[in-house]
């Protein structure tokens, strides 16, 4: 290695290339590994996620943060909108898939999109999830003989790593081929945490079954190439939040004690019981009790001296929300989403906050929950239907392409100030930047249900008689939109305007 060294002198001298690749003082202790993205997480795993459930458990932060991610990312559900070109066929799809929803949870606790929050949250908090595909009985008169069943990380054993005879080899729990293409995933029965309360219990629990990968959704952030499974959320966040939860305690117990000591008497005679100190038990053991503020009589050759304790605690509120910004940083979220103190923003502020945390949620949804969640258990619904004969897809086998595809559409967000970003979305349609069913797409609903409602809407209006704000005769009358509605006959279009108010 000598030559090595002398190589880098020559090129370039004693200053290191970069500062992190220095060997002085302040590196002495930094000794960083560099595992591959399988190990890193093969040797971890199991204890970043005990650790992420217990601060979520126990932890009103982490279980915040948990909370408002899977609010923004999943909230009332990710929606399809098929992209089928034939109306009845888009319908005839849309109408069973709206009724296979109620009936998509195997465990029949949610429907389709709680199951999509329950499985976002299950990979937030524990790094990754499973959702298995439950193909169904006739008899069992569902709309579409097909289920759900969300399975937690630790169904899937870390440490199940073998060379199968066939050629294929086992790592992390999951099985590949010789070209590395997942083709199973080795399960256990039931959580192997629940011991003898699982529904499977008993030595059965903890039997591992084969299941075929296109019976398994796995869903998990990839963070580096290579990566089999999900690191949780808060591992980056895990040893802060303790800290934080121990030393927002510590700081609530020096209070209550410090409030507690009204002030300290000095006796003359200390083989008397202590203030609130009740007499010894046949063990010799006395206990004691106070209360806030108390003090007793004094007795002869007794002082008295005041408690004065020293508020070391008068930066206690600028920390914590110095060691929020911090915990929100390395959880992806806002600080105020964390902890609800929106006392220090203005509309600008919060404004930019929530677009940059609403672009990390659309990675999220359009990277990984569309993509790894919805569209595969999409198209499995899909074909199981044309396989039952629900739905009428001429040459599906050929075409399967065309009739699963579909435009994901998640929950539109509520802006501060909507007044403002109506006028600048109707400035972006007006001046061919955007069209309408993209702007209503962006709220999370389907441009084609919006026209219907108001078709609807408009012929129930004229029907009764009424004229709204909306009508483009009053607009062309009065000029103006806001003022109050008219009414008049209306069977009778040019007659004149009778004031409301008047």
């Known amino acids: ?24 003082r302040r590196a002495l202790k930094w000794n960083p590994g560099n595992p591959g993205a399988v190990s890193a997480l093969a040797l971890t795993q199991d204890q970043l996620r005990t650790k992420s459930r217990d601060l979520v458990r126990r932890n009103a932060w982490a279980a915040a943060g948990i909370d408002a991610f899977v609010a923004n990312a999943i909230g009332t559900g990710i929606k399809p909108q098929s992209m089928i070109q034939d109306p009845p066929q888009r319908e005839a799809v849309h109408a069973l898939w709206w009724s296979w929803c109620e009936d998509a949870d195997a465990a029949g606790l949610t429907d389709f999109y709680g199951l999509q929050g329950l499985a976002t949250r299950a990979m937030l908090e524990g790094g990754e999830a499973f959702v298995r595909m439950r193909y169904r009985r006739a008899e069992d008169n569902l709309s579409v003989a097909f289920q759900l069943q969300v399975l937690e990380a630790e169904h899937l054993p870390i440490s199940l790593n073998q060379d199968l005879p066939n050629g294929n080899v ?25 011991g003898m309360l699982a529904p499977m219990s008993g030595t059965g629990s903890l039997d591992l079954v084969r299941v075929d990968a296109a019976e398994i959704v796995h869903l998990y952030r990839p963070l580096r190439p290579g990566q089999i499974r999900g690191e949780p959320w808060l591992a980056r966040a895990l040893v802060k939040l303790n800290e934080l939860d121990q030393y927002d305690d510590a700081e609530l117990v020096r209070k209550k004690t410090a409030a507690m000591f009204a002030g300290f008497i000095t006796r003359m005679a200390p083989e008397d019981n202590l203030m609130g100190e009740g007499d010894a038990d046949e063990s010799g053991v006395a206990l004691a009790g106070m209360e806030p503020g108390t003090l007793q009589i004094l007795e002869p050759g007794e002082d008295i001296k005041f408690s004065a304790p020293a508020d070391v605690g008068s930066s206690y509120a600028e920390f914590m929300r110095q060691q929020f910004r911090a915990v929100a940083a390395a959880m992806g979220i806002t600080f105020e989403m964390l902890t609800g103190d929106l006392t220090q923003v203005n509309y600008s502020s919060i404004r930019a906050g929530l677009l940059e945390f609403r672009r990390r949620c659309e990675t999220l949804q359009h990277g990984v929950i569309v993509h790894q969640l919805c569209r595969p258990i999409w198209r499995a619904w899909m074909q199981q239907a044309v396989l039952e004969g629900k739905l009428d897809l001429p040459n599906y086998r050929t075409k399967a392409r065309e009739y699963q595809a579909a435009k994901w559409i998640p929950q539109g967000w509520q802006w501060v100030d909507p007044e403002k970003e109506f006028k600048a979305m109707q400035l972006a349609i007006r001046s061919g930047l955007m069209s ?16 219907r409602e108001i078709a609807a809407d408009n012929a129930r209006a004229d029907s009764l008689g009424l004229v709204l704000d909306t009508d483009p005769r009053l607009v062309a009358r009065n000029g103006a939109t806001n003022q109050v509605a008219p009414t008049y006959p209306p069977d009778v279009p040019d007659a004149p305007l009778v004031d409301q108010e008047t």
């Open 1 to 24: 290695m000598g030559w090595i060294n002398t190589i880098k002198r020559r090129m370039f001298g004693n200053t290191p290339v970069y500062d992190g690749t220095g060997m002085g």
């Open 170 to 194: 086992i790592r992390a729990g999951i099985e590949f081929d010789l070209l590395g293409r997942r083709v199973a995933y080795h399960l256990y029965r039931a959580h192997p945490n629940d």
């Open 436 to 451: 309408r069913s993209e702007a209503i797409s962006s709220y999370g609903y389907d441009a084609e249900s919006i026209d």
